[in-house]
């Protein structure tokens, strides 16, 4: 089946620990991004790469890292520099930039 | 960056019943995209459009770009129907979001 995954779904973390979240897609995608959403509210985009070995930042990058070795990965480091990253978690890929999203299901990170 | 604005805000709903979800934004986009966020948070396609009018069963959705708004149209809606839908544009160099309308649909 085609599709992006995610993982893990749920994630529990002490404060000053980075985590690194998953996300696959084999749709053979060339660009992928990852969002945030916090309760009640719209996704806020984090990161973007267009391309393999290449990714740009988005609205809310500090305390982020992410990578794109393979065009199939694109995973997203939350460091202990961000402030308050408890969020869910979304990944998205389309063909190409401007191209139609579709999204995983998601991690739901909580960190205490 | 482009704003986008989803009304109304929240929609309570009959089972059965029609409704009109609106989404307005302020500048020229290259796509528009409609989604439904379920329970369990997984976004759900809708519609891909740009422009003008799609039909998927029960819901359709226009858009009319040179006015910068687009509708969502649920008909005979069901409890299954329930949960937040959000519109997302097109614009510089990323997809934004509206804040959602939350559907609630009673038995």
């Known amino acids: 089946d085609g599709g992006i995954t995610q993982s893990p779904k749920y994630l529990f973390r002490k404060e000053g620990q980075n985590v690194t979240l998953s996300c696959e897609q084999n749709?053979?995608?060339?660009?992928m991004y990852w969002y945030r959403q916090d309760p009640g509210q719209g996704l806020r985009l984090i990161y973007y790469?267009?391309?393999?070995?290449?990714?740009q930042k988005g609205d809310i990058a500090e305390g982020y890292s992410v990578s794109r070795e393979k065009k199939e990965s694109f995973p997203l480091t939350v460091t202990s520099a961000q402030k308050n990253p408890t969020a869910f978690y979304l990944c998205?890929?389309?063909?190409?930039?401007?191209?139609?999203?579709?999204f995983g299901p998601g991690t739901r990170l909580t960190v205490t | 960056g482009i704003q986008v604005e989803q009304s109304p805000p929240d929609l309570i709903l009959q089972e059965g019943a029609n409704s009109t979800l609106r989404c307005n934004f302020s500048?020229?986009?290259?796509?528009l995209q409609w989604f439904h966020q379920n329970p369990w948070g997984q976004l759900i396609n809708l519609f891909y459009?740009?422009?003008g009018t799609k039909q998927n069963g029960r819901l359709s959705a226009t858009t009319v770009a040179t006015e910068r708004y687009s509708l969502l149209y649920i008909s005979s809606s069901q409890t299954t129907d329930s949960g937040v839908y959000f519109c997302?544009?097109?614009?510089?160099?990323?997809?934004?979001f509206g804040a959602g309308t939350t559907v609630t649909v009673r038995a």
């Open positions: 790469s267009q391309i393999v070995n290449d990714f």
């Open positions: 997302a544009v097109w614009g510089d160099y990323k997809l934004s």
């Open positions: 998205a890929s389309s063909r190409d930039r401007a191209g139609e999203q579709y």
């Open positions: 749709l053979n995608h060339d660009a």
């Open positions: 500048d020229s986009v290259n796509n």
């Open positions: 459009i740009p422009s």
